[in-house]
């Protein structure tokens, strides 16, 4: 049979359509959301969903799973990701033709880092719901996006200020901190693959060279929200440990932060700095 836009080979895809359908709620108090998936979509790539539908758990007999401490956006893209094994974004805004070509640049570059922040919130879930399929398409994703050439001839990277400017509700720093909370989830998840594209996908971010000459940095928000959702043995603290202990400036630290540097990473940098 000829190639065809309508008719495709789903023999693996028939049995999602089987079997119980699970109720999982996303968020706390007012922000909860409901969503429904079935039992074989969500145990498919998924080692936390694989455990958690267990037949002798709880979660298994209600057919209820709840995700308190995750965002419902989130935890949308990561369904959409199960079904149709691709992420979707939202297109460029085409309504741009009034603005001039600097308001469009900063504009896309308003968007992408919204995008880069999302992703980055997919892999921490990913991290959490061990999806190693996530966690991957993350990844690549990621490194799609810094390929594509922007408008200064440079490649695209989320940027990184200062961390007193960053704190205060930089957009770029937003997108990092998502990034960094999907690795959680991909954790949580038990998604290895899905955390390894996270990794290189900020690995890849960090290591291209701002305007200004000076490399990404992450900063407290981002080495927080790793910290507290990884175990010790995590690549991702690995990469964060030494990128500060490599790179790191006076700039990177601020004593005023609300929410400082937690005091295990510190400790790793000062071990980290007695190495070299």
Same mark, same amino acid.
């Given at each position: 049979?000829?190639?065809?836009?309508?008719?495709?080979?789903?023999?693996?895809?028939?049995?999602?359509?089987?079997?119980? /359908?699970?109720?999982?709620?996303?968020?706390?108090?007012?922000?909860?959301?409901?969503?429904? +998936?079935?039992?074989?979509?969500?145990?498919?790539?998924?080692?936390?969903? +694989?455990?958690?539908?267990?037949?002798?758990?709880?979660?298994?007999?209600?057919?209820?799973? =709840?995700?308190?401490?995750?965002?419902?956006?989130?935890?949308?893209?990561?369904? @959409?990701?199960?079904?149709?094994?691709?992420?979707?974004?939202?297109?460029?805004?085409?309504?741009?033709?009034h603005l001039s070509a600097a308001e469009v640049h900063a504009?896309?570059?308003? =968007?992408?880092?919204?995008?880069?922040?999302? #992703? /980055?919130?997919?892999?921490? #879930?990913?991290?959490?719901?061990?999806?190693?399929?996530?966690?991957?398409?993350?990844? $690549?994703?990621?490194?799609?996006g810094m390929e594509e050439p922007r408008a200064d001839g440079?490649?695209?990277?989320? *940027?990184? &200020?200062?961390?007193?400017?960053?704190? !205060?509700?930089?957009? $770029?720093?937003?997108?990092? /901190?998502?990034? /960094?909370? &999907?690795?959680?989830?991909?954790?949580?998840?038990?998604? %290895?693959?899905?955390?390894?594209?996270?990794?290189?996908?900020?690995? =890849?971010?960090?290591? @291209?060279?701002?305007? *200004?000459?000076?490399? @990404?940095?992450?900063?407290?928000? @981002? %080495?927080?929200?790793?910290?507290?959702?990884?175990? !010790?043995?995590?690549? #991702?603290?690995?990469?964060?440990?030494?990128?500060?202990?490599?790179?790191? =400036?006076?700039?990177?630290?601020?004593?005023?932060?609300? *929410?400082?540097?937690? +005091?295990?990473?510190?400790?790793? $940098?000062?071990?980290?700095?007695?190495? $070299?």
């Open positions: 049979m000829a190639e065809s836009k309508i008719v495709w080979d789903s023999t693996s895809k028939l049995e999602y359509f089987r079997g119980r /359908c699970i109720r999982i709620e996303v968020g706390r108090g007012d922000e909860v959301e409901v969503f429904g +998936a079935h039992r074989a979509v969500l145990t498919e790539s998924s080692e936390f969903f +694989a455990r958690a539908l267990r037949r002798d758990w709880k979660e298994s007999q209600d057919n209820i799973v =709840q995700l308190p401490e995750d965002e419902p956006r989130i935890f949308e893209l990561f369904l @959409h990701f199960l079904y149709d094994k691709k992420i979707p974004i939202k297109a460029v805004d085409p309504n741009l033709e504009a896309i570059e308003k =968007q992408l880092d919204a995008e880069f922040s999302s #992703l /980055c919130k997919l892999y921490v #879930l990913g991290e959490k719901l061990q999806d190693v399929a996530v966690r991957k398409a993350v990844l $690549i994703a990621l490194m799609e440079g490649l695209w990277t989320p *940027d990184v &200020l200062p961390v007193d400017i960053a704190y !205060e509700g930089n957009k $770029i720093n937003e997108e990092y /901190c998502k990034f /960094c909370e &999907l690795y959680v989830l991909s954790e949580y998840l038990s998604d %290895v693959n899905a955390k390894d594209l996270v990794v290189v996908a900020l690995y =890849q971010g960090f290591d @291209h060279l701002r305007l *200004d000459q000076r490399y @990404h940095s992450p900063n407290h928000e @981002h %080495v927080n929200i790793v910290y507290r959702g990884t175990p !010790e043995s995590s690549p #991702l603290r690995i990469l964060l440990r030494d990128l500060y202990v490599l790179r790191s =400036q006076s700039g990177w630290f601020n004593k005023n932060l609300k *929410d400082p540097y937690c +005091a295990e990473f510190i400790f790793d $940098i000062l071990l980290g700095l007695l190495k $070299i």
